[in-house]
């Protein structure tokens, strides 16, 4: 038995993960990729870029911090290779590129800033196909902080993949005009009729926290119908009022909102009744791609 340590890091508009995977090789067995630490940090950089158009100082030296303690993790837990992402944010901000080189300089952590196809295609690289039915269609919704992936799979194979950008942290901060809705809900409806026996997978930290609050077992599905319920009692509570009754994070109690409503919009136009929380990302898809490069 051989075991590997695999690293990805996933720089999102609302916050920065590191996941570390154990990849464990054995013959005449398959590899079996099983998460050995996950930490995520809650530095915000859609505030600064979709706002106020580049990163500021105060953010820099924050991320910068991340990324230094993040390189010291990977030493210790003896990851072999890592890939580091930058999403929305820091494609989008003027001192984007600035960033990335500050940051290789004060941390040695090379980051690659990714656009919304490519994000889409590292997610698909995941265990995706696995959840995969052939007698039905799936539409896979990524919902990040600055923009959302949408991919469409028929009879097990991928027809179509589109990036918006939508998110939840450009929604909260009135970011997002109706033409956008419009689009999406356009782009949804044009690949799927009423005949169409639809539903989602969904991925983000979002409706991970939604799955996990639904008290559904791993594998359960969420219906349309408890989502949408939640949603308006979620809105219907101050935001002090989910951080100290429902017990959620500072920085997942007003995201959680947003990223409610574009899944249930999502829904809503493809005609899906569930919602599959299969726990797997961005993260999940860039492990897979530094192990199949590495082969």
């Avoid at 690289?125 to 995969?132: G, R």
């Avoid at 993949?161 to 109706?178: E, M």
Wanted: hydrophobic share 40%; with cysteine; glycine share 8%.
């Amino acid at each position: 038995m051989i075991i590997r340590k695999f690293a990805a890091i996933d720089i999102g508009s609302n916050a920065i993960r590191l996941l570390i995977n154990n990849v464990i090789e054995q013959k005449g067995k398959p590899t079996t990729f099983k998460k050995s630490e996950l930490i995520r940090v809650p530095v915000r950089l859609g505030e600064d870029s979709f706002i106020k158009g580049e990163i500021s100082e105060g953010t820099l030296n924050r991320l910068t911090k991340t990324m230094k303690s993040f390189d010291l993790l990977m030493q210790v837990y003896g990851v072999e290779k890592y890939m580091a992402c930058a999403t929305s944010a820091l494609r989008e901000a003027n001192n984007g590129r600035e960033v990335v080189e500050h940051i290789y300089k004060d941390s040695g952590i090379k980051i690659d800033i990714i656009d919304g196809k490519k994000e889409a295609s590292i997610i698909a690289s995941t265990d995706l196909k696995d959840l995969i039915n052939n007698d039905r269609s799936y539409l896979y919704v990524d919902v990040g902080g600055g923009s959302t992936e949408f991919t469409i799979f028929d009879q097990g194979n991928l027809i179509s993949s589109k990036s918006f950008k939508i998110g939840t942290v450009r929604i909260l901060n009135d970011l997002v005009k109706d033409s956008v809705w419009d689009e999406i809900k356009e782009w949804i409806m044009s690949h799927f009729n009423k005949e169409s026996k639809v539903e989602i997978i969904g991925s983000g930290g979002n409706i991970n926290k939604l799955h996990k609050m639904s008290g559904r077992k791993m594998g359960q599905p969420l219906s349309f119908i408890w989502l949408n319920a939640q949603y308006h009692f979620l809105n219907s509570m101050e935001y002090d009022d989910r951080i100290s009754e429902l017990g959620l994070n500072q920085d997942r109690a007003d995201v959680i909102i947003p990223a409610a409503k574009i899944f249930l919009s999502a829904a809503k136009w493809s005609g899906a009744k569930k919602i599959h929380v299969p726990k797997i990302g961005l993260a999940d898809g860039m492990i897979k791609t530094l192990y199949y490069q590495s082969l």
